[in-house]
């Protein structure tokens, strides 16, 4: 392909029309590429187990160093980072503790505002026969604003006795 004589040489277009027949012998037209990392793979299923493997196909994490809200006087306007699509690579106007965001607040139960930490949890709460009530009362319920918590107290404490009475 390249030789010593300047005449015999191949110009740019050649190498390159040389080197896309090459890949499209050692590639397929339909093999797919990881966004990441740039990884070419022939079949979909090697390219889902890659991103499975590596983790790729997962949203980065958001920068958590604060950026400086006022551009500094030596810093050009014109950041590279920035894409067609827009301000793709700004900061973040406000920032988040990813922690709290991370951790679900857990779902009370509408009558006796008990805290549960699944949908398993809570359905078997309430398909237990625990406050099984009609549709008007729990939207009755959920609509006041306030909750008597001494009273919701006191019955948790006569249904915790009646269900002792029943098994004993």
């Known amino acids: 392909m390249l030789s010593s004589e300047r005449g015999v040489r191949p110009n740019a277009t050649q190498v390159k029309d040389q080197l896309t027949a090459i890949g499209l012998q050692l590639f397929q037209p ?5 966004r ?3 990884q070419s793979f022939s079949e979909r299923r ?3 187990k890659h991103l499975k493997k590596t983790g790729h196909n997962r949203k980065q994490p958001l920068n ?3 950026v400086n809200s006022e551009p500094a006087a030596s810093e050009p306007k014109s950041e590279p980072g920035l894409t067609i699509r827009g301000f793709a690579d700004a900061p973040a106007k406000y920032y988040y503790d990813d922690k709290e965001l991370d951790t679900p607040d857990p779902s009370p139960c509408i009558v006796c505002n008990r805290r549960f930490n699944t949908k398993r949890q809570f359905f078997a709460h309430l398909g237990g026969g625990h406050h099984y009530r009609g549709l008007k009362y729990v939207l009755k319920r959920k609509a006041s604003k306030e909750v008597n918590m001494d009273k919701a107290e006191e019955r948790l404490t006569k249904w915790i006795r009646k269900d002792m009475i029943r098994h004993d």
């Open 30 to 34: 339909n093999s797919v590429e990881c």
């Open 36 to 38: 990441a990392c740039q």
């Open 64 to 66: 958590p160093e604060p």
């Open 46 to 48: 090697a390219l889902r």
